[in-house]
């Protein structure tokens, strides 16, 4: 065989096997649309479950979702940034950064249930929070810090070093540089990161298991001491734990969750891409 | 004419390797001193040891005195950040902020404290005037700095680092990536600006040098071998070394 025929062959090949990639996404989302779509309605999303959750809608999982969306965001937002800022700026190449980013690694791989359980010991049990919304987007958070705070670091250093250099140089202490030179450059990076964070929390069943998600509980919480339902843990109940549940009340559950996280990995994509071509430097 | 800084023993290193070996310089106040010499000869490094921008690399370290109106800059106690409010810089490549025109020049100001609209205004103007930038820039003051052409921006900086009132400015190649044109306006702009300010200027360019300096350093694998008015240094050098540099046949 010629080069260039060896050439041809190679690029075919591994466009073919590239492809494969995409073959189970788009395959999960036709599936789940095709059997699931049928069951959205307006009651499905307003309405209580009823009838031992056979009948009705996903109305408290759906919006104890997006409690716990926004509480993670509130626990995770601060620590990331504030992580991310000493990573970035301030840490110098010692000990305890070196210990810092190992455990940041490690933390991303620790399986889900871990932080359940952890969640379990250290919030529920120990800061006597109770299985909780509060509970709950604590053990979320700490689940999306890994992935804010490497996102966060990223887009505090893609700031061109130069602006800090003029910035001390015109008599601005540290602190001002990063609060006006660094931050505001480095904010759509930064807001990408806690996003794809919380689309990954948003669909997370593990950790609010112990922490937060009711088996079922038709009313909303009152306060983020309450305990609420939860679209992934909903989902695993309707699926595992109900007979005669309908099957496509289950269908219609994940595809709600699916388009949850889809819209928020895509809110993301746009901010990111929309950043990308106003950069001016 | 006063010494507004006193190089004293002054020695640096970036971790073993020592980059300035005992430096012992006087610059006057309201003049130009040019910092000359080949690539790697410690010049940068000596300027940035005056508003010591090199705190800024962890492995470096400095030994000896810097004074600064009889004060030594590396005493302990220095606060550096108050330090770089009296000793501006303009840097090798136009770098201003990705904001617009008026925020560039405001930005040091404000950090400083200065909150006011109308003090923040007259500072702004006064400062785009004194770096001659105001006529071409009096009608698009909220526009992007980035819509400038290089020279403008180089004069954009030196505008914004005379907003904060400094009395010495750094000035590090500040030409190098400017057309010839760019380059005598800038050149033009440090003799205005020498009625007022100390100027030191790195160059790698010697024609620069000796039109738009009065004192010339000549710096050599981080020594310094000679230090003169400009006009003897180029006509009359008195080390060899010197004379082969500016000549052309070493470095």
Not at chain 1, 258 to 272: C, D, E, G, K, Q
Not at chain 2, 8 to 18: C, E, K, S, T, V
Request: with cysteine; glycine share 6%.
């Amino acid at each position: 065989m010629t080069r260039q025929n060896m050439n041809k062959l190679m690029i075919g090949m591994v466009s073919l096997v590239a492809t494969i990639v995409v073959i189970p996404i788009v395959l999960v989302i036709i599936y789940v649309v095709y059997n699931g779509i049928g069951a959205i309605n307006w009651e499905f999303l307003t309405a209580a479950p009823r009838n031992g959750m056979r009948e009705g809608g996903i109305m408290p999982a759906l919006l104890g979702t997006v409690f716990l969306t926004f509480g993670t965001a509130i626990v995770s937002f601060p620590l990331a940034i504030a992580a991310a800022i000493y990573l970035a700026e301030y840490a110098g190449d010692n000990m305890l950064t070196r210990w810092v980013r190992l455990a940041i690694v490690n933390l991303a791989g620790i399986p889900s249930i871990v932080y359940g359980l952890f969640g379990l010991g250290a919030f529920v049990l120990f800061w006597n929070l109770g299985t909780s919304i509060i509970a709950g987007s604590l053990t979320l958070g700490v689940l999306t810090l890994p992935v804010v705070i490497s996102t966060a670091e990223e887009a505090i250093l893609s700031v061109p070093q130069s602006f800090r250099t003029v910035s001390l140089s015109l008599g601005a202490s540290r602190w001002q540089t990063i609060r006006h030179q660094v931050l505001p450059h480095a904010m759509p990076g930064i807001i990408t990161g806690i996003i794809l964070g919380l689309g990954r929390a948003a669909g997370e069943t593990a950790p609010i298991l112990f922490t937060v998600a009711a088996f079922y509980l038709p009313e909303l919480p009152k306060s983020i001491f309450d305990q609420t339902m939860a679209l992934p843990y909903h989902l695993y109940v309707i699926s595992t734990q109900v007979p005669d549940m309908p099957l496509s009340n289950q269908y219609g559950t994940a595809l709600v969750l699916l388009m949850i996280v889809f819209s928020m990995t895509l809110v993301a994509t746009v901010i990111r891409t929309n950043m990308r071509r106003r950069r001016e430097w | 004419m006063n010494n507004k800084i006193d190089v004293r023993n002054f020695n640096f290193y970036y971790g073993d390797f020592q980059a300035l070996d005992n430096i012992n310089l006087a610059i006057r106040e309201k003049q130009i001193t040019a910092l000359i010499g080949p690539s790697g000869c410690g010049k940068s490094t000596f300027l940035r040891s005056l508003n010591r921008m090199n705190d800024e690399i962890a492995s470096a370290r400095a030994e000896g005195e810097v004074l600064l109106d009889g004060k030594n800059i590396y005493a302990d106690g220095v606060d550096v950040v108050e330090l770089r409010q009296h000793i501006g810089m303009v840097f090798q490549r136009p770098n201003p902020f990705p904001q617009s025109i008026y925020d560039n020049v405001a930005f040091g100001p404000r950090v400083l404290g200065q909150a006011r609209k109308n003090t923040l205004d007259d500072i702004v103007v006064q400062s785009l005037q004194d770096a001659a930038l105001w006529d071409e820039v009096e009608h698009r003051l909220h526009n992007s700095a980035l819509d400038l052409n290089p020279g403008q921006q180089q004069r954009l900086c030196i505008a914004r680092a005379i907003a904060v009132k400094p009395d010495v400015i750094l000035m590090d190649e500040p030409c190098s990536a400017l057309d010839p044109v760019a380059t005598l306006s800038v050149e033009d702009l440090m003799h205005r600006l020498a009625e007022t300010y100390t100027i030191v200027i790195v160059t790698h360019n010697m024609q620069q040098a000796a039109r738009a300096s009065h004192y010339t350093a000549f710096f050599w694998l981080g020594k310094l071998i000679e230090f003169q008015e400009t006009r003897k240094l180029f006509m009359s050098p008195q080390e060899e070394l010197t004379e082969s540099y500016i000549s052309g046949r070493r470095g």
